[in-house]
């Protein structure tokens, strides 16, 4: 009995050997059965975490905020009565800011290879997660991870690509990418992401200076379009599967604000061309969780993507 005991023993210690085997790991997560092709998950070069969250963000008023120009670019949104902007400057160091309106956990993102800011709902099926940088990519994106359950997250897509938590969405919600003189006169009473983080950054620096005039991106993506510059911003929205991408170049030919149509939605478009930033709503007025980033990255993602051209029956 001992040696079937013993037997028995080595065997299922040479099937979990063999399992580890052939799980596919980087940076400590397992990539196996992801939703995305494993093999075009690319490391970033930081370890997990090398990039760090700010996970207890400190804020200034407005008139504190004597480190921002107008014309620097937020992250900013309104939510339970408050509003905060979130300086490109400190995301460009951190991609991810873990924080709260009132009781309502609120995660902000931002990816600076794909210049794409998104907001999304903390709680995800009744559970409050919390994210972190997992160092790496995919289309160039930042692969988050939700230190409950170790699950990888698309940015872009919204949603858990691996782990336990796979194929479950973000519920997005709605945030502006504008100037903070914009974003500052239309709130004047907003809070602001201060340079008290915790971390020894130079927020004044750009660690990616000059990468948004350049046509060359620095990792492999799966599609790739010459419609347009590989940076060029463009307003990117999905409803009910189908994707439309609005050109800020496009949008820069008309006077501004116009209506649209996507997957039988009536839309309303708003694009400012004093400081270069797009909003979309629905015909009800409520804004929609459209996201803001550069041209090669929404394609890469939505190479069916519909396109908004100036001039043209849309």
């Known amino acids: 009995m001992k040696k079937l005991v013993q037997l028995s023993y080595l065997i299922v210690c040479l099937l979990l050997t063999n399992s580890w085997a052939h799980a596919t790991t980087m940076n400590g997560f397992i990539l196996n059965d992801a939703l995305i092709p494993e093999t075009e998950i690319f490391s970033g070069g930081p370890p997990k975490d090398g990039i760090p969250s700010l996970d207890h963000p400190k804020f200034v008023k407005a008139s504190e905020a004597t480190f921002l120009n107008d014309h620097d670019r937020v992250l900013a949104l309104k939510r339970n009565g408050v509003a905060k ?11 991810i800011v873990n924080d709260s309106f009132g009781d309502e956990g609120v995660i902000i993102t931002y990816c600076p290879l794909c210049g794409s800011g998104t907001a999304s709902e903390a709680k995800v099926g009744g559970r409050f997660l919390q994210y972190g940088v997992s160092g790496l990519l995919y289309n160039s994106d930042v692969l988050m991870y939700d230190r409950e359950t170790q ?8 949603q858990a690509v691996t782990g336990p938590m796979k194929g479950t ?9 504008t100037t903070w003189g914009d974003w ?19 927020y004044q620096a750009n660690p990616y200076a000059g990468y948004e ?5 620095m990792f492999p993506v799966r599609f790739r379009s010459e419609g347009y510059h590989p940076k060029e911003q463009v307003l990117g929205l999905v409803i009910d599967g189908k994707a439309k991408a609005y050109p800020f170049v496009e949008l820069a030919k008309g006077s501004g604000e116009f209506n649209d149509n996507l997957a039988g939605e009536t839309l309303k478009v708003r694009y400012s061309h004093d400081h270069k930033s797009a909003e979309i709503f629905d015909a009800a007025g409520k804004p929609l969780p459209g996201v803001t980033l550069f041209w090669f990255a929404w394609y890469a993602f939505y190479p069916d993507t519909e396109i908004y051209r100036d001039g043209v029956g849309n």
């Open 151 to 158: 699950s990888l997250w698309s940015q872009i897509l919204s």
């Open 213 to 217: 005039e350049e046509s060359s991106i």
């Open 169 to 177: 969405m973000l519920p997005a919600v709605a945030v502006t990418h």
């Open 85 to 95: 902007a979130y300086p490109i400057r400190i995301l460009n160091w951190h991609e």
């Open 184 to 202: 500052r006169k239309r709130h004047p009473d907003t809070l602001v992401l201060g340079m008290n983080t915790g971390f020894n950054r130079n």
